[in-house]
């Protein structure tokens, strides 16, 4: 019984394990081909499609364009939530369970909706379309997520540092920047490490609020038009390689934290 | 948090200055647009004072209203489905795999979803595509003589959607089963109960909150997806959100627009309420 359960469970989970890595696995080998069909049979070795998108500048300024976007919003949003989060666990403010029901609630809602929203408000306000304008987007969605992560590590234990920092006489300007944000590093990390992720992945958004300057996974979708195209493959594989090696990398670096 | 009382010397001004600019971006980026949008669905595309004529459209005319039904179906579909695949496989996760390998066996689960969105749905277009790796197999292997019409069909868009939501739900159910203490289970095998008893009278109904979370987050995701069934279901069927882009990109009506997605979050909301409610009962 208990070998039978074994078995089946294998079974089960190389076949699930199958289903998750099928079209990644697809994606990477025919991004390796010379064909301009990414299609089996598979012919390759060939780095042609590499080349290809690395010599493509819509692509590599779309990388930068995400990047920066990622980088500014994800820091505005961190610094947003972090205040605010220092602001409601260390201060009695009325009615501060609705203020940060408030500020969490753009959680519970669809980037799809988030972003006619904004494309709505600034059309009206003849506010053009541009980079800027997505990134506003991007602190709308992480707000909340860097709040809420912030606000949840922000123990008692904290709190009497602080005081003992305070009663030692230092200001609190240099309470905030000597005691509180170490002490909270991990969780504006956090923050801002998912963040990062979002803001790097987020479509919609990016797609209504910005036209001609736009981010990677726009100029992606853009590629799209043209059907199967080995050159969506080799993007699409890159984005990926360097994903994973930022993952492993921030992995071992918790890890190594931890004491053994 | 009941730390907010002590802080000593603290002054609420100085509270205020630091939720100020918080509150403010969510007023200002967040609910402005969300008021914008509310008036703008209230008046006609070709300009012209209020009207209700574009909620009105969305219950009179039938194509509207289909897109509403297809994807309140996917969304169904890809809740079931995904809920039956994930809890075997975090079951297996959490009772099977010897506990030092299930940090690298989670890992491994979610390496694949570190791709871009974009990029993920357009790989399961490789693969279900007419002369992609499923249908090439299929034909070469001799069972099928003509490729299966796999893609731009709700089938793909409901392949799309699972393999996302599997890895999502297998992670939230896989932190569920690892809370339940094992006394639990204990208890139920000095009580005389097999393991299946055991799992249906003890371990499923303490992990069925979590899978109630599980599933509203799959409900609340999936509905307002739009890359997905753009990608993979094409303009065959249209579902929601794809209604909501068309209106923008071919005809510029933000009235519309602003109307369906106003829509489409009353939806998402009546299942918030709904699923909340359930909830509470099942806690208390």
Redesign the interface.
């Known amino acids: 019984m208990r070998a039978l359960v074994r078995i089946v469970s294998w079974l089960y989970a190389i076949a699930i394990y199958g289903f998750i890595f099928l079209p990644v696995v697809v994606l990477v080998l025919f991004s390796l081909q010379a064909t301009s069909f990414p299609i089996p049979p598979f012919t390759g070795p060939s780095l042609r499609w590499y080349d290809a998108v690395l010599a493509d500048t819509r692509l590599t300024s779309a990388l930068v364009n995400s990047l920066l976007v990622a980088a500014c919003s994800s820091a505005a949003a961190v610094t947003l939530g972090f205040l605010s989060a220092w602001g409601f666990a260390r201060f009695a403010l009325p009615g501060s369970a609705l203020l940060r029901g408030l500020i969490t609630l753009p959680l519970t809602v669809s980037y799809l909706i988030i972003g006619m929203g904004l494309l709505v408000l600034f059309n009206w306000a003849g506010i053009p379309k541009s980079l800027l304008a997505a990134g506003v987007g991007h602190v709308v969605i992480n707000l909340p997520l860097c709040f809420a992560i912030i606000y949840s590590q922000m123990g008692d234990h904290q709190i009497n540092i602080e005081r003992a920092a305070r009663d030692l006489g230092a200001p609190e300007w240099k309470v905030l920047l000597l005691i509180t944000v170490p002490v909270m590093a991990p969780a504006i990390f956090a923050g801002f490490f998912l963040s990062m992720t979002f803001s790097w992945d987020e479509f919609v958004i990016s797609f209504l609020l910005t036209r001609f300057d736009t981010t990677l996974p726009v100029e992606i979708w853009n590629l799209l038009r043209s059907g199967l195209n080995p050159k969506t493959n080799a993007v699409g594989s890159l984005v990926f390689a360097v994903s994973i090696v930022l993952v492993v990398f921030f992995e071992l670096m918790l890890l190594r934290r931890k004491p053994a | ?12 001004r ?6 100020t ?3 403010g ?3 200002l ?6 008021v ?2 509310g008036f ?1 669905s209230l008046t006609a595309h070709d300009g012209g004072g209020f009207t209700l004529a574009n909620y009105g459209q969305f219950f009179t005319n039938p194509a509207y209203w289909q897109a509403m039904v297809n994807s309140l179906q996917v969304t169904a579909i890809v809740t079931v489905v995904s809920v039956l ?1 994930a809890y ?2 975090a079951w ?2 959490a009772e ?2 010897p506990e030092r390998w299930q940090r690298l066996a989670l ?3 979610v ?2 979803f ?7 749905s ?6 279900l ?1 007419q ?3 499923i249908n ?1 197999a299929l034909t070469g292997s001799g069972l099928f003589s003509e490729p299966l019409q796999l893609a731009n069909t709700r089938l793909a868009t409901v392949i799309g959607f699972v ?1 996302f939501f ?2 999502l739900l297998t992670l939230t159910i896989f932190a569920n089963l690892k809370q339940l203490s094992p006394s639990y289970r204990k208890a139920a095998a000095d009580l005389g109960a097999g393991p299946v008893r055991t799992f249906l009278h003890v371990v499923l109904p303490l992990t069925l909150p979590g899978i109630m979370v599980g599933a509203f987050l799959t409900f ?2 999936c ?5 997905t069934p753009q ?1 993979l279901g094409g303009n065959n069927e249209l579902l929601m ?1 794809q209604l ?2 068309m209106q ?1 990109g071919r005809r510029g009506d ?1 009235p519309l ?2 109307a369906l ?1 106003i829509i ?2 009353a939806v ?1 909301t009546i299942a ?1 309420l709904a699923c909340a409610r359930w909830l509470k009962i099942e806690r208390a």
Do not use: K
């Open positions: 948090m009941n730390s907010a009382t002590n802080s000593g010397r603290a002054l609420p100085a509270g205020w200055a630091l939720v600019p918080a509150l971006w969510t007023l980026f967040f609910v402005l647009p969300f914008a949008m703008s695949l075997p496989f297996i996760l099977q795999v890992m491994l689960a390496l694949p570190w791709t871009s969105y974009v990029v993920r357009y790989s399961w277009l490789l693969v595509a002369n992609g790796v090439r393999h599997v890895m609340v995701l509905v307002g997806d739009y890359i990608i959100p909501v882009m923008i933000f627009a602003s997605s489409l979050m998402v918030y």
